[in-house]
């Protein structure tokens, strides 16, 4: 069977941290990392509105689905439009080869923003997660279908060991036992299948069930076009919505921001 599309990626992601450890060891990253004067801000908590769906909002340049999704991209008016229009979280997609990123962009974000920051790529290696604080990230990315469960539960480990938070993405039943059992408080639920890149809510709906809400984080993330789709995934349950394509073509990125705020989500129901 020929590679897909997450195979090679993160074959390529291999290659890429095995030059960066050459370029700079991790054991110098860390005293790097041991001398940053500041904390990290709370992710989790800014996805936690009393009722209501909150917004992760992404900048993102182009993607393996999409191709270029914004000509003329301008990264910080971008990050000040998330900013003015008050995005409960900002995402950024550091991956370069497939999806226009670069490291930079985090770092750029950190010195215009407050708001927490979720450095979006495939962490494949620890070294990643020292490499994502010293860029000034709150929280990163962790894909349960990438990693074995010892690494899951070791990279969770590392990355609150560090102050930071990990968004545990997940596809299926089975991965979000493996996301909870490494322990994982913040559950992304992937609407789009990487391997095909089929976008469909209804995944929302079908895994949120597996999950103890009370207890958890849950973000939908992915394929997310209007007001309607953020209704119908509060009405599933979700606490936050991950939106980056929706918001890069919106023309208007304040008025995108603001179209998917402010809207409610169903009750907790506590599970005795
Ligand atoms: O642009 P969209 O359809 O709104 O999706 C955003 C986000 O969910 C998507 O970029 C994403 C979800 N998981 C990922 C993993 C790696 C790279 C990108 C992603």
């Known amino acids: 069977m020929s590679e897909n599309i997450l195979e090679k990626i993160l074959r390529h992601k291999r290659e890429e941290v095995a030059d960066s450890r050459k370029r700079l ?4 990253l860390k005293e790097w990392v041991a001398e940053v ?3 990290p ?11 209501e769906v909150a917004l992760i ?24 439009a998330y900013r003015e229009a008050e995005a409960d979280a900002v995402s950024v997609l550091t991956e370069r ?3 226009g990123g670069a490291a930079e962009y985090l770092a750029a974000a950190r010195l215009m923003t407050r708001q927490p920051l979720l450095r979006k790529d495939f962490i494949i290696d620890l070294y990643q997660i020292y ?7 709150d929280a990163l990315l962790l894909i349960a279908g990438a990693l074995a469960d010892e690494e899951l539960g070791e990279f969770i480990e590392t990355t609150r060991a560090l102050g930071m938070e990990a968004l545990v993405e997940t596809r299926t039943p089975d991965e979000i036992e493996r996301a909870i059992a490494a322990k994982a408080s913040i559950i992304g639920i992937n609407n789009r299948d990487l391997r095909s890149f089929q976008v469909d809510l209804k995944t929302t709906r079908e895994l949120i069930g ?7 984080t849950v973000v939908s993330e992915s394929g997310i076009k209007n007001r309607t789709d953020v209704e119908t995934l509060g009405s599933y349950g979700a606490d936050a919505i991950l939106v980056g394509e929706s918001l890069m073509t919106s023309g208007d990125l304040q008025d995108g921001v603001r179209r998917f705020k402010g809207v409610g989500k169903a009750m907790k129901v506590a599970v005795v």
Do not use: C
């Open 131 to 137: 490499e994502s604080r010293f860029l000034g990230a």
């Open 41 to 51: 801000v709370g992710f989790g908590p800014a996805l936690q509105h009393p009722g």
């Open 37 to 39: 004067p500041f904390a």
């Open 97 to 99: 080869e497939f999806f």
């Open 210 to 216: 597996y999950i103890n809400k009370p207890h958890f």
């Open 25 to 28: 060891p991790l054991e110098k």
């Open 57 to 80: 909002a992404e900048v993102k340049r182009r993607s393996p689905s999409r191709g270029i999704i914004i000509k003329d991209f301008n990264l910080m008016e971008t990050i000040a």
